[in-house]
T-cell receptor, first 117, second 110 residues
């Protein structure tokens, strides 16, 4: 149980375009989803926390208009990188926690490698 | 904010050896978690600890939640090549926020 999927696993886009990444909880209801960014050989950096049906809470320094997060249902959250630039190239990972899981433990998706040319 | 110090940063060991890594925090956490990340993948939960003093095993892995609630360690016994990866500790506070250590990169030589 507690499986989280992400799509796509890899995406290459041109500078200036927008990219949408999906995060789904497959076998539980995710009341809270988290989006992380990871630079090479670095730890995970929390970007934002989203609760189903409400606006995401962004960490300090993360641009809300740049990284649009939607958590429209209990099984789906999306991260849209708007007007992507090469510096947005990174590994983006989502995680989810839910009511049915023990003590709000987070389970991670497999990640999405974004490359902006 | 809450800071996690994870050590060591990297380890190079021989197959069969035991491994120990730890995390310390400047403040208290309610939950300590240990994750392993393979290259190009998301972290996978190894062990979750919910009570101070708790000692939990998962196969060859053993982790403990420190009595002070400011530290945790992870031990891997009799390492094998597939143990290679990056191990992250994570501490979780009252409001579901989670902070990660910088990671320990483990290399196991056959």
């Amino acid at each position: 149980g507690a499986v989280v999927s992400q799509h796509p696993s890899r995406v290459i886009c041109k500078s200036g375009t927008s990219v949408k990444i999906e995060c789904r909880s497959l076998d539980f209801q995710a009341t809270t989803m988290f989006w992380y960014r990871q630079f090479p050989k670095k730890s995970l950096m929390l970007m934002a926390t989203s609760n189903e049906g409400s606006k995401a809470t962004y960490e300090q320094g993360v641009e809300k208009d740049k990284f649009l997060i939607n958590h429209a249902s209990l099984t789906l959250s999306t991260l849209t990188v708007t007007s992507a630039h090469p510096e947005d190239s990174s590994f983006y990972i989502c995680s989810a926690s839910g009511r049915s899981l023990q003590s709000d433990t987070q389970y991670f998706g497999p990640g999405t490698r974004l490359t902006v040319l | 904010g809450q800071q996690l110090n994870q050590s060591p940063q990297s380890m190079f060991i021989q197959e069969g050896e035991d491994v120990s890594m730890n995390c310390t925090s400047s403040s208290i956490f309610n939950t300590w978690l240990w994750y392993k990340q393979d290259p190009g993948e998301g972290p996978v939960l190894l062990i979750a600890l919910y009570k101070a003093g708790e000692l939990t095993s998962n196969g060859r892995l053993t982790a403990q939640f420190g009595i002070t609630r400011k530290d945790s360690f992870l031990n891997i016994s009799a390492s094998i090549p597939s143990d290679v990866g990056i191990y992250f500790c994570a501490g979780q506070g009252w409001i579901d926020d989670m902070r990660f250590g910088a990671g320990t990169r483990l290399t196991v030589k056959p």
